[in-house]
């Protein structure tokens, strides 16, 4: 049985080294997808994944697991739109099931402004090729038909922007997936391995301190989503990032009822059922910064009332467990990606409530940036620099909530 355990473990035990080309902080899709790229694309061979906690055990295990690429920027467009189509072949790309389901994203508008807005993104995505219109209540009715479009609800329904290759995807199955086709390819993964400094000499990092002991390391990438700017911190890199907590709960599971995301701006609420039946509820990030993983009653008790006002049949659905995740989110509401002031020491940050959906495509790029040193053009409008040069890449109209 023992020998049974081991030969199906996704990753196995290392002895933590002294040195390694690449140091890659965070344990999540991020940093797992980081890794597996760096040695399957560009043969790295000493390549460590450090995680202060369990595997996937920060944004990656703390989301709401939706996959859209109908993004507001031309630069967004472009990079979500590659990650998703990405994300369509990830489970045969790393052999493992992740229940992707591209059933459909409807973004609803309850007022002539938004769906004007509705209007100019669907325009933006369609010249940058990515399937995405604007539909009438007459065409949602059809394609959701547990949506009440007459003009009886308190907040009417006028249209909706329609993005038929959204979905959804099982948020564990992405890490472990990258796990274990990235330890296959060489890749230390060293979970419970806290970084608590990071070396520098001459403007270049040369190394991180972790509670296991110093490692010299030819380059570091922080993947840490919520913890970025304290990470950051300990090499000396500020970044205009604030840290929001998001919430969001799901109810006991139920017979199949919703096969479209619906999500409501107005109401500030997303709604998805799940593979396992769950319907899973979120909002945006609350308006206050902080680190604490504590849920609250007031969001559940919001939520569950705006749910039930587009789906109006599930008030008597029990509430399953509620969580809570961080989102470092920066001044334009658009990521932080590529090379730092600090020679060596890359940073992938600033993602807010967008990050998942950019898992696959922020692996490739910023292994490409570690392994080339040239920045990806996918990847150029999110420079730190951005923030002292002005040009910056505002996608806070890309989604009507934080999802």
């Not at 920027?73 to 990405?86: D, H, K, P, Q, W």
Request: hydrophobic residues 40%; charged residues 20%; glycine residues 12%.
């Amino acid at each position: 049985m023992i020998g049974l355990l081991k030969k199906h473990r996704y990753f196995r035990p290392h002895e933590l080294s002294g040195s390694y080309d690449y140091v890659i902080i965070g344990g999540g899709a991020h940093g797992m997808a980081t890794a597996y790229y760096l040695a399957t694309e560009f043969g790295a061979k000493r390549v460590a994944v450090l995680e202060k906690d369990y595997i996937g055990a920060g944004a990656s295990g703390r989301n709401t697991t939706i996959i859209r690429a109908n993004y507001r920027t031309a630069e967004g467009v472009r990079f979500y739109g590659e990650s998703l189509r990405m994300y369509e072949t990830l489970s045969q790309d790393v052999n493992f099931n992740m229940l992707f389901s591209q059933h459909g994203h409807l973004t609803l508008a309850h007022s002539d402004r938004s769906l004007q807005t509705m209007v100019e993104r669907a325009e933006v995505n369609r010249l940058l090729g990515v399937d995405s219109r604007v539909v009438t209540p007459e065409e949602i009715g059809e394609l959701c038909p547990q949506l009440d479009v007459s003009g009886h609800p308190t907040y009417p329904i006028l249209g909706a922007l329609y993005h038929p290759p959204g979905g959804i995807i099982r948020h564990d199955a992405v890490v472990w997936g990258y796990a274990k086709e990235a330890t296959k390819a060489g890749v230390e993964i060293h979970p419970y391995t806290e970084v608590t400094g990071i070396t520098r000499d001459n403007g270049r990092v040369t190394g991180v301190e972790t509670g296991r002991g110093p490692i010299r390391a030819g380059a570091v990438i922080s993947c840490v989503a919520g913890w970025s700017t304290l990470v950051c911190d300990l090499a000396g890199v500020e970044l205009p990032i604030t840290t929001h907590i998001l919430q969001a709960f799901v109810t006991e599971p139920l017979k199949p009822l919703l096969d479209k995301i619906i999500v409501s701006g107005t109401l500030h609420v997303y709604v998805s059922q799940s593979d396992r039946g769950e319907l899973l509820i979120g909002s945006e990030i609350e308006p206050y910064s902080g680190y604490s993983t504590k849920g609250t009653l007031r969001f559940v008790e919001d939520a569950a009332r705006d749910m039930c006002e587009l789906l109006p049949m599930l008030g008597e659905a029990r509430v399953l467990r509620q969580w809570t995740g961080l989102c470092d989110v920066t001044p334009d509401y658009a990521p932080i990606m590529g090379l730092t002031e600090v020679d060596g020491f890359l940073v992938d940050a600033g993602w807010g409530t967008y990050g998942f959906k950019a898992s696959p495509i922020v692996g490739k790029t910023m292994a490409e940036l570690a392994a080339t040193g040239v920045t990806p053009e996918l990847i150029e409008p999110f420079a730190l620099e951005r923030f002292y040069t002005g040009d910056l890449v505002s996608e806070r109209g890309a989604a009507a909530v934080s999802h």
